[in-house]
């Protein structure tokens, strides 16, 4: 009896314990506190959770901050994370024009972000279009970035190579090309599906989360959503200027790459570590696809976790 009794305890703990990492996922929805960042005449929304140092993740495309509920679950007790809706997406504003999304004010974006919470710098996390605007916001502003980590976007220098000389890295950039060239009304435009709430949040394997992304891309902004690339994506073709090599970085760089991403080939990782002069780690996951802060969230924020506590 009392060994059955004592199996049945070890049973419930592991279970309990199994459970938890879901749990802690399920509250950042219901627990996390909303607000709004104002830059000028435009509202920038951000879910918030924890307390300490600032840390601002800005999601990608097509995504809104839910994208980072499993990093926030594991860093909100030592800091303060703060997870924004990009401007055109969910609750955000969405000014109309191809102009209102050029990468000026995508990067003053999080700059108003940073000055809303009253904080003189942040750790800067970005993923995809959020890598972009990472990069960028660190070249433009690197008094204001204690620390920035990179998801599935190669250092524009890097990407720029590709792009120039990679054959295969010119094929997986098709579907931008199409963006550019397209609008949400083309039927095929979303890798040959129309551009809807549901075809945007296909790739979500969770259920319930995907619940809220079709909510989340039902108050989006699809033109806006292909303003980025329209206004910032680089041309590819033979009478586009070379671009200017990015400025150098200083600061700590960590950089994350799901290695089964089919439109950012990790072949533009290469050479990373030579535009920084501070550390610069680069962890790739084998199995992880684009979304690799969904697709590996645990070795995603357990790193994420080990590498900012090691660096105070």
């Not at 060994?3 to 219901?30: E, K, M």
Request: glycine residues 6%; proline residues 7%; contains cysteine.
């Amino acid at each position: 009896m009392f060994a059955r009794q004592a199996l049945n305890r070890f049973g419930i703990a592991l279970f309990l314990l199994c459970l938890l990492p879901h749990l802690a996922v399920a509250d950042v929805w219901s627990e996390a506190e909303h607000g709004y960042a104002q830059n000028g005449d435009v509202r920038i929304h951000y879910a918030t959770l924890g307390q300490g140092p600032l840390v601002v993740m800005i999601h990608g495309f097509p995504d809104f901050w839910y994208s980072w509920r499993h990093q926030m679950a594991g860093l909100s007790d030592r800091y303060q994370v703060v997870a924004i809706d990009q401007r055109g997406y969910n609750r955000s504003d969405k000014p109309a024009g191809q102009a209102n999304y050029n990468m000026r004010y995508l990067v003053s974006d999080i700059a108003a972000v940073i000055r809303h919470f009253d904080a003189e710098k942040a750790i800067i996390v970005g993923h995809d279009w959020g890598g972009v605007v990472a990069w960028q916001f660190a070249f433009a502003n690197p008094q204001m970035v204690d620390k920035l980590v990179i998801l599935n976007l190669p250092h524009p220098n890097g990407m720029a190579r590709e792009l120039a000389g990679n054959p295969e890295q010119q094929r997986n950039s098709q579907y931008a090309r199409d963006f550019i060239a397209g609008s949400p009304a083309d039927p095929d435009i979303f890798f040959g599906a129309p551009m809807n709430p549901q075809t945007l949040s296909g790739w979500v394997t969770d259920q319930a989360a995907r619940e809220h992304y079709l909510e989340a891309f039902g108050r989006s902004d699809f033109d806006a959503m292909l303003a980025y690339y329209k206004e910032n994506y680089p041309r590819m073709d033979a009478t586009s200027p070379t671009p200017p090599p990015a400025p150098q970085l200083n600061v700590p760089l960590l950089v994350f790459h799901g290695l089964q991403d089919t439109a950012l080939n990790s072949d533009g990782l290469n050479n990373t570590w030579d535009w920084n002069d501070a550390d610069t780690t680069i962890v790739t996951a084998p199995q992880a696809s684009h979304f690799v802060q969904q697709d590996a969230a645990e070795l995603v924020t357990t790193t994420l976790r080990w590498w900012l506590l090691s660096r105070p």
